[in-house]
Every structure is written in structure tokens, then in C-alpha cells.
């Protein structure tokens, strides 16, 4: 019974946002203010349906219907509740609920917080939205519904994917979620001015704060997926520049450089079909991402879940989108044109070259993730493009990029010169060149010419950030939130940067095998490895190691690390022990019995790895920061 | 300097700058290509002898040897036509196990595939699309096409 009422909420929220749409779209262009009006109760509507629906799904899953397929495939008597909440939205068919859920909850916000936009350009952004659910629940509903019914039941499930189960990856798919569908409500003002004509800094005021939370969203989203992949997945590495990651990576270069552009949009009226068309590849990027996910058509240690007849649905909709929205791109903006010029040192040309840099970026990670698609297309062999490609090419535009964001800055609008800053900023670069020497070849003892490029890059970066914040306060005694969440984030960028300097050059990862009493030695720690026992956990076996971690002879931690054998699919996972510090982790991964009493163990020391995701919180702390200023609710209260 | 010719030397820095960046980015591009080659195309010849590449297919049944106590592991990699054998020092993914679909990077020394790293994936019932493509009928394939 609820699983049918599931279904039948989400063939009313299909019909809902097909009202959405026309209503939207038909009620913009025919001037019909009765539909225009109706916008609300019907966008209020899907939201209803589409959280009724994932709330029959999510039922399913508590109450352990296994007459339902997909809650047999992927829950079990014996999973913790935790786990059968997040399995809702461990697959395929859940995870498509989740996405339209959030889409319509985008949607709610935008029709809720925009009664100040002019009517007809309210109405165009909510029938676009529309339009985005209406291809959505159509995919849902025609290939891949949540409810069928599996007759007979099961009587018992499957069990949900074992990696599956863990607090960052219940959390992971819904944060980036938001980040994904965000970009949608940039696209959608995006397109709405096109229809409009409305291209003007009023648009880029009322699209900025959207962005910058759909961005926000997407930093903690992917940060999470990246810790997560490294103490579960990953054996301590934390990006793997596999396609999935790649998938989330190039929205959030596209979104971060359509966040700066809209910047100079709103303040100066500049850039403005760059803007549009920056949106429109965000949001394309965002489907690509699902389109490569879910389709199956690229091999990757992430993708789950995966049917090419699904996939082609999803390239049918991802072509309709970004084919319609740059036809029309094509005809309107045209039409723009700007007359104002700017000089080279100016806040304009630190942006310009910011957008360069990070739709650059965002090519090179393009070109080599759907490259290998290409090449099988037209059967010119089977290849890979691996992580050493990525490593070297997205250094090209990165390292200037973030020096130039430590000087960019601080750079006024159309023609300042640096002037009096140029002193202050050569002596922060310096102090940071001092700090990053000693870092390196202090603390660490070594140091090739990259680590100190990179550690003295994120040391001035923090430092002109602070500068800024200081300065303001000093000089002027005034700081907005806005200013205030910029150098927020430039300054978590900075701590990302030490984060990757500091674990790609002294990072140590051993495979030893080990008996009970034996003893290893990486970095200036020793790992003495205990012994194993068994142990039993709520829905699997597992052998679980201990070790203690000693330096110069003082006992620093002890760890335990498990090898899980998950009862439902047996299937083996590695639960790492890992010691968690400022300056250090230390990392112990149990590997298999290699007979003769000796296991098989990795260990590694990975200096600062903290301070990456670290920094990410901070970068998507600032974003916050910076939505909150009075300039974004004044205008939305009525400007 | 007059802008316009400081705008011209902006431009050329500019080009210049893009220019060596593609050089570079195609470069390790170049490098960085890994070509995938099945048993039967290391066996033919086909699969070069002194770059890295991929190989990939089923582990075959009671292939794997251990030397107890050791990293060091071998084991047979088939698409059912040909085989290759594989050697790997180091810890083995965990759904690696006989029967299993897997990837292997790395080079050929002496007919041997020396490999430095081993890849199986997270779904015991996936096959790497490579590896279900490349296994030779009439032997049904296994858990292909999920």
C-alpha cells in the first residue's frame, strides 16, 4: 500500500511540475497573471508529492518491506537504521528521488525568497525549474521507479553495498546533491534573463547569493567525499582523479569561476554574456556528472549502479538542456554589448584571469576524463588517462591562479594600481617564502623546488586574506560580510594548498607483511603490530588488528584496524585505524592472512592531510559568510 | 609605454604563456595515455614491451600462489583463449579473489606481466566493461552486463 502511494505522489509531483513549467514559461510569455500567481501553490505542490514519495520510500526501508525490489537489493534484516535511511538513497533509483526531492526544494526556496523579482522574471526562473523536474520525473518514473514491487517478496534483502555504510557517505550524497542541483537555479535565472532580455547587474544581484550557496554545498559536498575515500576506500589516498570525482570537480571549477564573473556582472555590469554562458556550463557540467555516473559508459572505482539505457535517457536530457539553452544564448546574447573598458592592473583583469585559469582547468580535467570515451567510440583502443596527467595539468593553471588571487584581491576596480599595497604584498610574499622554507626544510628536512612553490603560494595566500581583513578594519573601520566571506574563503584555499603540499611531499606509505611482536618504522614512528582477533559486528565478521604506535620509545596511540566480511553478500572490506592529528595522520590497514602467522598490513604517515578538508570548511564557511550580507536581503526584502 | 603597446605585450605574454601550458599539458597527456590490451593481445604480440599499460580478465581458479609469509603474490589472468601471468608485491584490493574480473597496471618483463598495481571493483557482481568485452566466447560471461 505505501509504496503504490509512493509511486502515485510521484506521478502527481510529474504533473505538478509539468503545471510548474507551463505555468512558468506560458505565464511569462502570454502576460497571464492568474498563472503567474498560481506559481507558488503549484511549486509548493511538487515539493509536497516529492517529499510524500521519498517518505513512502524511506518507510519502506525502516519497516523492511521486501516486497519492494529496490529496498531488497539494497537493505537487510540485520542493517543498523542509520544505514537503511542512507539506503535510500544507496542506488540508482533512491538516489534519482533524492535528486528531484532537492531540485524541488530548490525550487520551494527560489518561489518563496523572490517575491520582490519583477513577476514575469519570477515566473520564467520557476518554469525552467519546472522543466528541469518535469525531465527528471519522467526518467524516474519511465525507466527507473523505486517501487516495483518484487513478487514474490524477498525474505530477506540483499544487504546495502558494504562501503556503503558508513556517517560520511550517508551524509555525502545529499550535501553534494544540493551542490549538483544547485547550479540548476543559476541556470535557470541564466535562461530566464535570456528570455527576458534582462541581462543586467539587477540579474547577477538576484543570481549571486544561489550560486554561492549551490557552491557552498558542492565544496562540503565533494571535501566529504574525499575524506570519506580516504579511510574507507581509498587506502589513504584522498583524490583519485577517477571520473566520478572528476564529475563533481568540474561543476565546482565552472561554478567557482561563474561565482567571480557574476562578481563583476553586478559591480560593474561587465562580463555579462560570459556570466550567461558560465551558468549554462555549470549546470551542464552538473548533468554530465550524473550522465557519467550513472551510465556506466566510463570505468571508475565509484560508480555504482549503472545501466546504459538509463544513460541514454540522461544524454537525451542532457543534450535537450544545453542545445536549447545555447541556441537561445546564441540569438539573444548576441544583443549584449558593453562599452566601459578597463585597465590592466585592475580588479576586472584579476577576475578575467581567474576565469581563464579555472575554465582552463576545468577543460584539461574535461579533455582526460571523456577522452578514453572518445577513443572507444571510434575504436581506436582501449585507454586510460591516469592520475599523472591530471597531477601535471591541473598544476598549469592552479599555480598562477592562486598567486594571482593573493595580489587580485586587493586590486580596486577599473584602473587602480596597486600603489601603496605593492609594498605590503611583496613583504607578505616574502614572509611567506621564509615560513614555507622553514616548514620544509625545518620541520620536514627536505624540500624540492614544488613543495616550496606550493607551501609559499598557501602561506601568502593566508597572509594577504588576513591582510585584507586587518587593513579594512584599520583603515576603514567598516568590513562587510561579503568582503569579509571572500577572504574567509581565499584563506581556506591557502590551508588547502599547505594541506596538498604537505601530504604529496611527505606523505609515507609502506606494504609490510607483519607477525604478532614485529615492529615497523616509517617516519619517526614505530608500529608494532599486536595481533588479530575475531570480532562480530551487527551484520558482519571481522578480524580486527591492533597496533601500537610509538615515537622515540613514548607511546603515541593505539590503533585497531578491521577486515570486515559482511554476512548478506560476503564481501570483504577494510576498516582503517587511523590516528588523527594537526600535524600528522597515522594510517594502519589490515590486508589479508599471508599463512605462516603474518598479515599483510599498509601503513602510512601523512603529514597535514587535515588541513585539506579543513581548509574546504573554511572556503564553504566564507561562502556562507558572504550570502549573509545586508546587500542580498535587502534585495530580496525589496530593492 | 603607451597602453596600447603595453596591451600588446600583455597579449604576447598571454599567447606565450598558453602556448608552452598546451605544450606541456600535451606532453603529459602523451605520457600519461594508458592503453588497455586482453590476454590474447599480450600474447600475440600486440601489447608493448617496454611501457606501462593495462591488462585485465578473470582470475583464474586456483591460480593464485603465495609464498607464506610474503607480499609477493602470482596469479593467472585469462579471457578464456589466452592467459597471462601476473606478479604483484603488495596488498591486493578486497574483492580480488579467483573468479573475479580484475585490471592490472603495469609492464611485461619476460612474458611476465610485473604489476604495480591491481584493481578489482567495489560490486562483487561488476565486471569491468574492458574485461566483459574482452572475454572470448563460447565461455558464457559471468555476472557481465549488470
Not at chain 1, 33 to 47: F, N, Q
Not at chain 1, 588 to 612: C, H, N, T
Request: net charge positive.
Amino acid at each position: 500500500m505505501i509504496p503504490e502511494l509512493g509511486e502515485y505522489a510521484l506521478i502527481l509531483a510529474f504533473v505538478l511540475a509539468l503545471a510548474q513549467a507551463v505555468f512558468g514559461l506560458g505565464g511569462a510569455y502570454f502576460q497571464h497573471r492568474s498563472w503567474m500567481e498560481a506559481l507558488t501553490p503549484t511549486v509548493t505542490g511538487v515539493w509536497v508529492c516529492m517529499a510524500a514519495s521519498f517518505g513512502c520510500l524511506t518507510y519502506a526501508f525502516v519497516t523492511h518491506d521486501f516486497s519492494v525490489a529496490y529496498v531488497a537489493n539494497n537493505s537487510n534484516v540485520a542493517l543498523p537504521l542509520l544505514y537503511r535511511v542512507a539506503a535510500v538513497w544507496g542506488a540508482h533509483e533512491g538516489s534519482l528521488l533524492l535528486w528531484i526531492l532537492i531540485l524541488a526544494t530548490w525550487a520551494l526556496a527560489v518561489a518563496l525568497c523572490s517575491s520582490t523579482l519583477p513577476a514575469a522574471f519570477r515566473a520564467r526562473v520557476l518554469g525552467v525549474l519546472g522543466l528541469i523536474a518535469v525531465g527528471f520525473l519522467s526518467f524516474t518514473i519511465a525507466t527507473s521507479s523505486p517501487f516495483l514491487r518484487l513478487i514474490p517478496a524477498a525474505l530477506d534483502g540483499a544487504d546495502l553495498n558494504p562501503i556503503l555504510q558508513d556517517p560520511a557517505l550517508a551524509a555525502h550524497p545529499p550535501i553534494l546533491y544540493m551542490g549538483y542541483v544547485g547550479t540548476a537555479v543559476a541556470f535557470a535565472f541564466a535562461v530566464a534573463a535570456m528570455l527576458s532580455g534582462q541581462m543586467d547587474a539587477a540579474w547577477a544581484r538576484w543570481t549571486r547569493p544561489w550560486t554561492v550557496m549551490a557552491w557552498l554545498f558542492l565544496t562540503i559536498g565533494i571535501a566529504l567525499g574525499s575524506w570519506w575515500a580516504y579511510y574507507e576506500l581509498g587506502w589513504g589516498g584522498w583524490w583519485f582523479w577517477d571520473p566520478v570525482e572528476n564529475a563533481s570537480f568540474m561543476p565546482w571549477l565552472t561554478a567557482t569561476a561563474l561565482i567571480h564573473s557574476l562578481a563583476v556582472t553586478e559591480a560593474k555590469g561587465l562580463f555579462k554574456s560570459w556570466t550567461l554562458l558560465l551558468a549554462i556550463f555549470a549546470f551542464s557540467l552538473s548533468l554530465l556528472g550524473t550522465f557519467l555516473v550513472r551510465s556506466g559508459v566510463l570505468v571508475s572505482v565509484h560508480a555504482f549502479a549503472s545501466d546504459p539505457s538509463r544513460g541514454l535517457f540522461i544524454l537525451g536530457l542532457l543534450l535537450f538542456f544545453i542545445v536549447g539553452s545555447l541556441a537561445l544564448y546564441a540569438v539573444r546574447a548576441s544583443a549584449l554589448k558593453t562599452n566601459t573598458g578597463f585597465s590592466l592592473v585592475s580588479r576586472e583583469s584579476f577576475l578575467l584571469l581567474n576565469n581563464a585559469l579555472l575554465v582552463a582547468a576545468a577543460a584539461l580535467i574535461l579533455t582526460g576524463t571523456l577522452w578514453p570515451l572518445f577513443m572507444d567510440a571510434f575504436n581506436l583502443g582501449k585507454i586510460s588517462v591516469g592520475p599523472p596527467y591530471f597531477n601535471v595539468v591541473f598544476l598549469i593553471p592552479t599555480l598562477p591562479l592562486i598567486a594571482l588571487l593573493g595580489v587580485g584581491m586587493h586590486a580596486g576596480w577599473t584602473r587602480a594600481m596597486l600603489g601603496s599595497k605593492r609594498t605590503a604584498l611583496i613583504g607578505i610574499a616574502g614572509g611567506a617564502a621564509l615560513v614555507a622554507a622553514f616548514v620544509a626544510l625545518g620541520c620536514y628536512g627536505s624540500a624540492r623546488l614544488l613543495t616550496i612553490v606550493g607551501f609559499t603560494a598557501g602561506f601568502f595566500v593566508i597572509g594577504s586574506s588576513s591582510w585584507f581583513v586587518l587593513h579594512r578594519l584599520l583603515v576603514k573601520q567598516h568590513l562587510k560580510r561579503a568582503a569579509f566571506g571572500m577572504a574567509l574563503a581565499h584563506a581556506g584555499v591557502g590551508v588547502l594548498v599547505i594541506g596538498v603540499t604537505g601530504v604529496s611531499a611527505y606523505k609515507v606509505e609502506k606494504d609490510l607483511s607483519l607477525a604478532p611482536g614485529e615492529t615497523a618504522q616509517i617516519a619517526d614512528y614505530s608500529f608494532e603490530y599486536m595481533g588479530a582477533l575475531p570480532v562480530a559486528g551487527p551484520n558482519y565478521d571481522a578480524i580486527e588488528g591492533r597496533v601500537v604506535i610509538r615515537k622515540h620509545d613514548v607511546r603515541v596511540d593505539e590503533l585497531t584496524t578491521q577486515k570486515r566480511i559482511f554476512r548478506a553478500q560476503h564481501q570483504p572490506m577494510t576498516q582503517a585505524g587511523i590516528s588523527v592529528g594537526w600535524s600528522r595522520d597515522l594510517f594502519v590497514a589490515l590486508g589479508e592472512d599471508l599463512g605462516a602467522g603474518k598479515w599483510s598490513m599498509r601503513i602510512q604517515y601523512k603529514p597535514l592531510v587535515r588541513f585539506i578538508w579543513l581548509g574546504a570548511l573554511i572556503m564553504a564557511l566564507g561562502g556562507l559568510i558572504a550570502v549573509m550580507d545586508r546587500r542580498y536581503r535587502s534585495a530580496a526584502k525589496g530593492a | 609605454m603607451t597602453p596600447r603597446r603595453k596591451r600588446l605585450y600583455a597579449l604576447i605574454a598571454i599567447v606565450a604563456g598558453v602556448a608552452v601550458s598546451a605544450a606541456i599539458a600535451l606532453k603529459a597527456f602523451n605520457n600519461n595515455m594508458l592503453y588497455f590490451y586482453d590476454p590474447s593481445q599480450v600474447a600475440a604480440g600486440v601489447a608493448p614491451l617496454h611501457k606501462t599499460f593495462r591488462v585485465g580478465g578473470m582470475v583464474t581458479k586456483g591460480s593464485v600462489v603465495r609464498a607464506p609469509g610474503s607480499l609477493e603474490v602470482r596469479f593467472v589472468v585469462t579471457d578464456f583463449q589466452h592467459s597471462v601471468t601476473v606478479s604483484y608485491s603488495g596488498l591486493l584490493p578486497d574483492l580480488f579473489r579467483e573468479g573475479q574480473g580484475i585490471i592490472a597496471h603495469g609492464h611485461l618483463k619476460d612474458g611476465m606481466f610485473m604489476a604495480d598495481e591491481v584493481l578489482a571493483k567495489h560490486d562483487e557482481k561488476y565486471m569491468p566493461p574492458e574485461v566483459a568485452k574482452s572475454l572470448k566466447p563460447p565461455v558464457a560471461r559471468p555476472g557481465a552486463g549488470t
